[in-house]
């Protein structure tokens, strides 16, 4: 059982939001810091899954549609968070914050969740 969620960001998503929640004591690792910039989107989260870390990002539709894939053929994936970029970076780096406290990794993995 896993109980921390740890959290991988995809490359649309600003650095300062690694900064932010890695202040909040959140394990924290982006695209960048893994060498997986240009990578495509099933890539980045294969990358996301191998390293046991779900995945933050603001590509709504291109994840949706990964979700499904993964629904529908069986494997599962360490979790998909999808935030929006309506809200500055601070409130939504709040607002993860508040999701990966209420729910464990074990809670998260294989699911979409919108932050």
Request: negative net charge; contains cysteine; proline residues 1%.
């Amino acid at each position: 059982m896993k109980l921390f969620a740890t959290l991988y960001l995809d490359e649309d998503v600003d650095l300062l939001m690694a900064k932010l929640l890695s202040a909040r004591r959140l394990d924290v690792t982006t695209a960048r810091d893994e060498a997986m910039l240009g990578r495509s989107d099933e890539e980045q989260v294969a990358h996301a899954t191998s390293l046991g870390r779900c995945i933050l990002t603001f590509n709504r539709t291109d994840f949706e549609r990964l979700h499904a894939g993964y629904v529908a053929t069986g494997p599962t994936h360490s979790g998909i968070l999808i935030a929006t970029q309506r809200h500055n970076v601070y409130h939504t780096a709040q607002r993860v914050a508040a999701l990966l406290d209420s729910l464990t990794a074990d809670e998260i993995e294989g699911q979409l969740l919108y932050v």
